[in-house]
């Protein structure tokens, strides 16, 4: 998938909302007498600034847009996401300025539809506060009620929405590495090592020929013995000794004869037919032998602790005597799939939709250095879930789905019920925010991530990441960062996880199909661009999150 196709007209109006409602806030802040009552205002004000504010991750019911007679034609701004609406170079999840919804099928023609009232879900931003161009929405502000007044304060006040930066931090201060444990070569790969690689014996561990050619000793030309009778092998010690202007055959990796002083590679060596061997370019002292040691001593540190047990270190630690490793053992998982409506296989029919979370974090924990088990089904029944997370003995606990409040959501209290520390209940971050990351009192550790599936993988790089990172010892690359192509637009609040390209010169390209419960743009994707809140523009540079 390239880049996102443009959307200028509705990128317009979305950023024309965004400043008038500033404009307004600030207006009513200036005029003493217009204030919301119960410190609406004050709330208000700082949700128009662009500052990020703690707030819940309670059910938000949206109205639909206020605009008509019934409101004094005001016209309402509701932030709130649709699966797919390309603006510019990005989407701010998916939102969509109601407000001036009819300015932006004026420019797009007919076929846009009208926007559908902001449905009703924990994953909706936290904007829907009136903005009136003729000064009318000070005089609802006057006639909000306490109560009104109260829950839109309340919206942007609560005090466990994490920053998501601070979430990240949380979850890898959370956990040390796991105890050490010893595995074969073949069976430590991925693994991190709990102790320093030292070499058990001097790299090489003899003097040994570089090339095929012949062993030669001082200069030439020199007498070789007859064709096959002294030739030097490799894997078969006890060469004969060298005498001065004698040469003899030798294969690559042979240990060097005693008395040589260099070996003659056979494309620079002539034999004449008396049984002469001469040099077609100079040979220097110590030419082509690998003298012993030459690579390490025994002794020698040759990786430290927290090296990643990668494919070349386990043919270094062969090389320098070692059958096993010790390594940091892996963090075992289980997956629990929360949800009565999944399918695991065929088509989606009859209100069910199919699993993609089950298939997928699989293969992404068991990259990240876990060991995951195979996925457990678990039903919309508080029961099951607490039974489930009770008989559980991995080290982390992934679910999916139900960290929100709707009538089926029962993490929450299910975490509750066990006595769970909640150390990131929410993160101001999109998609995903209802994320969490709690600690059971056994000191193992539950990743609450979202049902719909970006968001959950936002969920998994934001808290499951540095977690395992942490659990499986390993150390922190540095962050890698780029330079955007395009504009992305943003969250007023909250930072945001975009899908990106490479465009192979150093710089990324957002892509479409990035709603929360789409994965189309994952899947062509590089990585994620963690974009600020309020976006980000054309040339600025930005962290981007590799997926595993």
Not at 151 to 169: E, L, Y
Not at 377 to 405: K, P
Not at 454 to 483: F, I
């Amino acid at each position: 998938m390239k880049e996102v196709d443009g959307d200028s007209a509705l990128d317009r109006a979305t950023e024309d909302a965004l400043a008038l409602f500033a404009d307004q806030r600030r207006g009513a802040r200036s005029r003493g007498g217009d204030r919301l009552p119960d410190g609406g205002a004050e709330a208000a004000g700082r949700a128009g600034s662009g500052r990020a504010e703690p707030r819940h991750a309670e059910p938000r019911h949206a109205e639909p847009p206020h605009a008509g007679p019934a409101h004094g034609g005001q016209a309402a701004f509701a932030y709130f996401p649709f699966d797919e609406i390309p603006v510019g170079g990005g989407v701010v999840d998916g939102g969509r300025a109601v407000g001036t919804a009819r300015a932006a099928r004026a420019t797009r023609g007919p076929s846009v539809p009208a926007p559908a009232p902001a449905p009703a879900y924990d994953d909706l931003p936290f904007i829907d506060i009136d903005v009136a161009p003729d000064g009318k929405d000070e005089k609802r502000a006057r006639d909000m009620t306490a109560d009104d007044a109260s829950h839109a304060t309340h919206r942007h006040h609560a005090p466990h929405i994490t920053p998501w930066a601070t979430a990240r931090a949380v979850a890898e201060a959370a956990a040390g590495a796991l105890p050490a444990e010893d595995r074969a070569l073949g069976d430590a790969l991925g693994q991190v090592l709990a102790e320093p690689l030292v070499a058990l014996t001097d790299l090489p561990s003899f003097d040994t020929s570089a090339m095929d050619g012949w062993a030669v000793s001082g200069p030439g030309p020199w007498k070789l013995p007859p064709p096959g009778t002294q030739d030097v092998l490799a894997g078969r010690p006890g060469a004969r000794p060298l005498r001065d202007g004698r040469a003899v055959r030798i294969a690559t990796g042979a240990p060097i004869p005693p008395g040589a002083t260099a070996v003659l590679r056979s494309e620079h060596g002539e034999v004449t037919v008396q049984g002469e061997l001469l040099a077609a370019r100079h040979v220097s002292h110590g030419q082509d032998i690998r003298p012993r040691g030459g690579e390490c001593r025994q002794g020698d540190e040759l990786a430290p602790v927290g090296t990643l047990v990668t494919p070349a270190l386990l043919g270094l630690a062969a090389a320098a005597g070692y059958d096993a490793l010790a390594v940091v053992r892996r963090p075992r998982v289980d997956v629990l799939v929360l949800g009565d409506e999944l399918l695991r296989e065929g088509l989606p029919e009859g209100g069910l939709i199919r699993d993609a979370l089950g298939p997928m974090l699989g293969p992404w924990l068991r990259a990240l250095g876990a060991e995951p088990g195979e996925a457990l089904y678990v039903g919309d029944e508080e029961g099951a879930l607490r039974e489930a997370l009770a008989a559980s003995t991995a080290d982390v606990v992934v679910t999916t789905g139900g960290t929100a409040s709707g009538p089926v959501d029962h993490v929450h209290p299910t975490l509750r019920g066990l006595g769970a520390e909640l150390l990131v209940d929410g993160v101001a971050v999109r998609p995903g925010h209802p994320m969490l990351l709690a600690r059971l009192g056994s000191g193992r550790h539950v990743v609450g991530l979202p049902g719909n599936p970006l968001a959950a993988v936002a969920g998994l790089l934001t808290l499951a990441e540095p977690l395992l990172r942490a659990l499986t010892g390993r150390v922190p690359g540095a962050a890698v960062r780029a330079v955007l192509a395009e504009d992305v637009s943003g969250h007023p609040v909250d930072a945001r996880l975009v899908p990106v390209e490479y465009d192979g010169v150093g710089r990324v390209r957002p892509l479409r199909f990035h709603g929360p419960a789409m994965l189309r743009g994952l899947a062509a994707g590089d990585g994620m661009a963690v974009v600020p809140a309020g976006g980000a523009g054309r040339g600025a540079e930005v962290t981007v999150l590799g997926l595993p």
